[in-house]
């Protein structure tokens, strides 16, 4: 029942799925172009994993004061795989809702509903973030094929120095953030439709990134953000299983929800 769930439900919204992905292949097309651009001005970056990946996963920095405010750029790759994510999952939830009779005959139950809906949503959050690691390596990999001529001036970057725990971390904090806040969006979705739930997950994320007064489960899978955590392993061990726990809980309020039916 559970791959039936995941396979109906990629079929029945596979336009939408297909939707998501544009900004994926568009972003990792973009790191290649831009790589082979350097080529052609006479320097390269790295083409390593960590590089790339601390490309995504650098984040917003924090600002000193009004004008630096002004001026920090918004991380668009971060966003991008961010956003992609909630666009993926949603509308599903409100969408099949609405179809309280079948749901009961199929199911039974409306709690036994949401286990199969949950059962739906960590099957595509572990497909998407496949897909997002494959491009990756694809990307990395179509990089090393390119011929690199003599004369070209090697660039290094600080993203190569960076340890390999801080980005063990770094994608685990990254990848809880998406899921406690497509959990969330789900939650939403049993009594709002998809695009307001989508609407309200995209502030809440813009608002974790432009705050800075304390430390938020967005800052966490930015890397210029989580120094002071990365670097302690028992504290990033407790932060990621309250973030499961987190996430659990919206599991579990969801059957609370669902229990009287909706």
């Given at each position: 029942?559970?791959?039936?769930?995941?396979i109906?439900?990629?079929?029945?919204?596979?336009?939408?799925?297909?939707?998501?992905?544009?900004?994926?292949?568009?972003?990792?097309?973009?790191?290649?172009?831009?790589?082979?651009?350097?080529?052609?001005?006479?320097?390269?970056?790295?083409?390593?994993?960590?590089?790339?990946?601390?490309?995504?996963?650098?984040g917003?920095?924090?600002a000193?004061?009004?004008i630096?405010?002004k001026?920090?750029?918004?991380?668009?790759?971060?966003?991008?795989?961010?956003m992609?994510?909630?666009l993926?999952?949603?509308?599903?939830?409100s969408?099949?809702?609405?179809?309280?009779?079948?749901?009961i005959?199929?199911?039974?139950?409306?709690?036994s509903?949401?286990?199969?809906?949950?059962?739906?949503?960590?099957?595509i959050?572990?497909?998407?973030?496949?897909?997002?690691?494959?491009?990756?390596?694809?990307?990395?990999?179509?990089?090393?094929?390119?011929?690199?001529?003599?004369?070209?001036?090697?660039?290094?970057?600080?993203?190569?120095?960076?340890?390999?725990?801080?980005?063990?971390?770094?994608?685990?904090?990254?990848?809880?953030?998406?899921?406690?806040?497509?959990?969330?969006?789900?939650?939403?979705?049993?009594?709002?439709?998809?695009?307001?739930?989508?609407?309200?997950?995209i502030?809440?994320?813009?608002?974790?990134?432009?705050?800075?007064k304390?430390?938020?489960?967005?800052?966490?899978?930015?890397?210029?953000r989580?120094?002071?955590?990365?670097d302690n392993?028992?504290l990033?061990?407790?932060?990621?299983l309250?973030?499961i726990?987190?996430?659990?809980?919206?599991?579990?309020?969801?059957?609370?929800?669902?229990?009287?039916?909706?």
């Amino acid at each position: 029942m559970a791959s039936y769930e995941f396979i109906y439900g990629v079929k029945k919204r596979w336009f939408l799925v297909f939707l998501s992905l544009i900004p994926l292949v568009m972003l990792f097309s973009n790191f290649f172009i831009n790589y082979v651009n350097g080529l052609n001005e006479g320097f390269a970056f790295s083409h390593s994993v960590y590089y790339h990946l601390g490309k995504i996963l650098y984040g917003m920095r924090t600002a000193g004061n009004i004008i630096e405010e002004k001026h920090r750029e918004v991380p668009l790759q971060w966003l991008i795989i961010q956003m992609s994510y909630l666009l993926m999952i949603s509308g599903y939830i409100s969408e099949e809702r609405l179809n309280r009779i079948e749901n009961i005959t199929r199911y039974g139950t409306y709690r036994s509903w949401w286990l199969r809906k949950v059962q739906w949503f960590i099957g595509i959050s572990a497909m998407y973030y496949a897909i997002v690691a494959l491009m990756l390596i694809l990307d990395v990999k179509l990089e090393a094929l390119v011929q690199i001529s003599n004369g070209i001036e090697h660039i290094p970057s600080d993203l190569d120095s960076y340890g390999e725990g801080v980005y063990i971390y770094t994608v685990i904090f990254f990848i809880l953030h998406s899921i406690i806040l497509g959990i969330f969006q789900i939650c939403m979705e049993l009594r709002v439709q998809g695009i307001v739930a989508l609407l309200v997950n995209i502030a809440i994320m813009l608002f974790e990134m432009f705050s800075q007064k304390v430390m938020l489960p967005c800052h966490l899978g930015m890397i210029i953000r989580n120094a002071s955590v990365v670097d302690n392993p028992s504290l990033s061990m407790l932060l990621i299983l309250i973030e499961i726990g987190g996430v659990i809980m919206g599991i579990i309020v969801g059957g609370k929800i669902c229990k009287n039916g909706f």
